[in-house]
């Protein structure tokens, strides 16, 4: 089936530092594939999506790539503060309708002044 | 503004009682899903309904009932025979097709007193 694998945290850096979450996934078919945050105490919210292969979503200084030759949609941004403290899930959805929205185990990320 | 509203944020329960936790929406999705999260956990589909008057279990059903009389209304009852109760319950909602993502709400916290 399919299934969404995220690098095991927490992940520890301090401000202004470069920030990677790898996120690589299995499917059948060609899936969209979006990144939520969740903050402490929280519900999860939508930070970006990517449709199919070589689009690049975008939100608040986050980018992700969606890379078919590698089933990877890698997280990234330039410079962190101490408000991207969080858990970030990657996920994948395929086109069909009915079908669910597949998580990732979550990476959290903290972020020291 | 549209969104999924869950109450209460926090409940807490005495062992051996039902509790129902209510989701309500406003986006005029079809499909809404129930999750549970447990501390420093990833996301549980506990049960989802693409439809009204339609439901199907998740992963982890034991223990919970729902139903959707409904589009806007989701709730769910924790019953006094899910033996470990204490947890995160995080309600969400989507168009049901393709490439959409789900909309989350904020969450409610249970604890068995």
């Known amino acids: 089936g399919d299934s969404v694998t995220q690098m095991e945290g927490p992940v520890t850096l301090s401000e202004e530092a470069f920030l990677t979450i790898n996120c690589t996934y299995t499917?059948?078919?060609?899936?969209?594939l979006f990144w939520y945050v969740q903050y402490p105490g929280e519900g999860l919210q939508l930070l970006l999506k990517?449709?199919?292969?070589?689009d690049k979503g975008s939100n608040k200084g986050f980018e992700a790539t969606y890379r078919k030759e590698t089933t990877s949609f890698h997280l990234e941004k330039g410079s962190v503060q101490v408000s991207d403290s969080a858990v970030y899930f990657c996920?994948?959805?395929?086109?069909?309708?009915?079908?669910?929205?597949?998580f990732g185990g979550g990476t959290r990320v903290l972020v020291k002044p | 503004d549209g969104g999924i509203t869950q109450s209460p944020k926090y409940l807490f329960r005495k062992e051996g009682q039902n509790v129902t936790l209510s989701c309500e929406q406003n986006?005029?999705?079809?499909?809404m899903y129930w999750y549970r999260q447990d501390p420093g956990q990833g996301l549980r589909l506990i049960y989802y309904?693409?439809?009204?008057?339609?439901?199907q279990k998740g992963d982890i059903a034991e223990g919970y009932s729902v139903s959707r009389e409904k589009k806007e209304s989701f709730p769910l009852t924790v019953t006094s025979a899910q033996k470990n109760p204490t947890a995160f319950y995080l309600c969400?909602?989507?168009?049901?097709?393709?490439?959409?993502?789900?909309?989350f709400g904020s969450g409610t916290r249970l604890t068995v007193v």
């Open positions: 969400a909602s989507s168009i049901g097709e393709g490439s959409g993502g789900y909309t």
């Open positions: 499917a059948t078919g060609y899936p969209s």
């Open positions: 990517a449709t199919k292969a070589d």
């Open positions: 996920a994948l959805i395929m086109g069909a309708a009915g079908n669910k929205l597949t």
């Open positions: 986006l005029n999705h079809d499909a």
């Open positions: 309904s693409q439809i009204v008057n339609d439901f």
